[in-house]
C-alpha cells in the first residue's frame, strides 16, 4: 500500500518538508527526488542533499555548456572538432575516435549523450575549455550559478573521480535549467539513434524506450556510483522530472523510476507545496557527510580468462591493471574481501571491473582495463591508506592470463 507522509521541521529555517509516495518497503537507491517541472513542487524525496558520485549523469553538464556555447555563437553545430591523444585514449563508452582526425560538433552532442560517449565528452570539453582539466572548473563555476550547491566536477564524461560528486536536488535543477534555457536543443536528449562514419549507436537510456511520455535525459553507471537516471516525461500536458542515485542494478534503477513516475502522475496536487527551492541545503542545514560508493553485484565477477568458456570479462590487450586486497586461500574469501575494500575505497576501486587470478595456487583480487596513470593513481592511494596494491603491466597480465587458461584447461 502507497503511504503518503509529510513532515515539516523548523529550526528558524525550513529544515525538511516532502512527500514520500513510494511504497513502506527498503529500497536499494540511496538518492531520490520527484517534482512536477512547471512549478518546481517537490512530489517524493529521499535525500535529495546526499552527495554521490555522478557517472555518466555528469555528461548533462557538459552539454549544458555545449549548448550555451551554441547559443552565444562560441561554437558551430558544422565545425570540426579535433580529437586529441587524451580524448581518444578514454576508457568504457566511445565512438572509437582516432587521434588526429576530427569530429562534428553535432556528432559529438549526440555521441555523449547516445553512446554516452566518453571521448565525445572529452572532445567537446577540450574544445571549449582547452584542456578537460579546465573545461571541469568551467562545469563547476556553472554549476553554484545554477544553484548546484553540493555539486563539483573534476572531469567531462563521468568516469570516477573521488572528488566528482552531486545529489538528487542538484540534478534535478541541472535538468530543469536544460529544459528551461535550451528549448530547442533539449531534443538531443530524446534522440534514440544517430550514425557516424558508417556506424550507428543506440540510445543506452532504455527509459526512453519503456516509459510512456519519456523524452529523456541521461543514465550513469560506475562501480561506485551504482545506476544512475534523470528522467523526464510528459503526459496530458504535465512535466515530471525525477532523480535516482545509487541504485544496485539497472533492472532496480528502470524500477524504481517507473514507480516513482507513475505514483507522482496519480497523485494529486500536494496541499504543501514545497518546492526545490525550499531544500536547498543553505537554508535546511542538512548533514553534508562525504560521498560514499555504492558497488553493485555486478561488479563482482568471479574468475576470468579471455578464451574460455563464460568468461565474464575480457581484458583489453593494452590495459593495465592492480592487484589489491591480498592474497587468499579460496575464491570466495578472495571476492568477500575485494568487495569490502571497493565499498571502503569506492572513489578509488570504483571505476573498474574487479574480477580474481589464481596464481600459485593463491586467488589475488584484480581490478582490469585501466590505463597507466590510472592504475598508478589508483594503488598510490590504496598504500597511502595502508591497503596492499600493486600494479600489473599488460605484459605481466597476459602472462598470468595465459598461465591460468593452461591450468584450467588441463584440469578438464
Not at 513542487?41 to 529521499?46: F, Q, R, T
Not at 563521468?158 to 535550451?182: I, S, Y
Not at 575485494?338 to 572513489?347: E, Q
Amino acid at each position: 500500500m502507497v503511504r503518503v507522509v509529510v513532515r515539516i521541521l523548523r529550526a528558524g529555517v525550513l529544515a525538511a518538508s516532502m512527500a514520500v509516495l513510494i511504497p513502506n518497503t527498503a529500497s536499494a537507491y540511496r538518492a531520490s527526488l520527484v517534482l512536477d517541472a512547471e512549478t518546481g513542487v517537490i512530489l517524493h524525496a529521499d535525500q535529495p542533499n546526499l552527495r554521490s558520485f555522478p557517472a555518466s549523469t555528469t555528461k548533462m553538464m557538459t552539454v549544458y555548456l555545449a549548448f550555451e556555447a551554441l547559443k552565444s555563437g562560441r561554437l558551430k553545430l558544422d565545425e570540426d572538432l579535433p580529437i586529441s591523444v587524451r580524448a581518444a585514449s578514454q576508457t568504457g563508452q566511445s565512438l572509437r575516435l582516432r587521434q588526429g582526425a576530427t569530429i562534428k560538433t553535432r556528432d559529438a552532442i549526440l555521441g555523449t549523450i547516445i553512446e554516452s560517449a566518453n571521448d565525445a565528452a572529452v572532445v567537446l570539453a577540450e574544445r571549449l575549455g582547452g584542456t578537460e582539466s579546465d573545461f571541469a572548473e568551467m562545469m563547476s563555476r556553472k554549476a553554484r550559478s545554477l544553484g548546484m550547491t553540493r555539486s563539483e566536477f573534476r572531469n567531462a564524461s563521468g568516469l570516477n573521480h573521488p572528488e566528482q560528486v552531486v545529489t538528487a536536488r542538484d540534478m534535478a535543477l541541472l535538468a530543469l535549467a536544460l529544459l528551461r534555457n535550451f528549448p530547442d536543443q533539449y531534443s538531443y536528449f530524446s534522440t534514440r539513434s544517430f550514425s557516424h562514419r558508417g556506424s550507428t549507436f543506440n540510445s543506452v537510456n532504455g527509459f526512453l524506450a519503456n516509459y510512456k511520455g519519456a523524452d529523456g535525459i541521461k543514465t550513469g553507471f560506475t562501480c561506485a556510483a551504482g545506476y544512475n537516471l534523470v528522467a523526464s516525461a510528459v503526459r496530458d500536458g504535465r512535466r515530471i522530472v525525477a532523480v535516482v542515485l545509487g541504485e544496485t542494478s539497472r533492472g532496480g534503477r528502470a524500477e524504481t523510476i517507473a514507480r516513482l513516475m507513475d505514483t507522482a502522475y496519480a497523485m494529486p496536487d500536494p496541499k504543501a507545496h514545497v518546492t526545490i527551492q525550499d531544500i536547498d541545503p543553505a537554508r535546511t542545514s542538512d548533514p553534508d557527510p562525504p560521498a560514499v560508493g555504492v558497488i553493485s553485484p555486478t561488479c563482482g565477477s568471479f574468475v576470468s580468462v579471455p578464451g574460455l568458456p563464460n568468461a565474464p570479462t575480457v581484458s583489453r590487450a593494452d590495459a593495465w591493471s592492480i592487484e589489491f586486497g591480498g592474497t587468499f586461500n579460496t575464491k570466495a574469501k578472495a571476492v568477500d574481501a575485494a568487495r569490502k575494500l571497493m565499498r571502503s575505497h569506492a572513489a578509488v576501486l570504483g571505476g573498474g571491473m574487479m574480477t580474481t587470478i589464481e596464481r600459485g595456487r593463491k586467488f589475488r583480487p584484480i581490478i582490469l582495463n585501466m590505463n597507466e596513470r590510472q592504475a598508478t593513481a589508483a594503488c598510490k592511494r590504496l598504500r597511502q591508506a595502508k591497503a596492499y596494491c600493486v600494479v600489473v603491466t599488460p605484459k605481466n597480465l597476459r602472462a598470468t592470463i595465459a598461465k591460468a587458461a593452461v591450468k584450467q584447461r588441463k584440469s578438464r
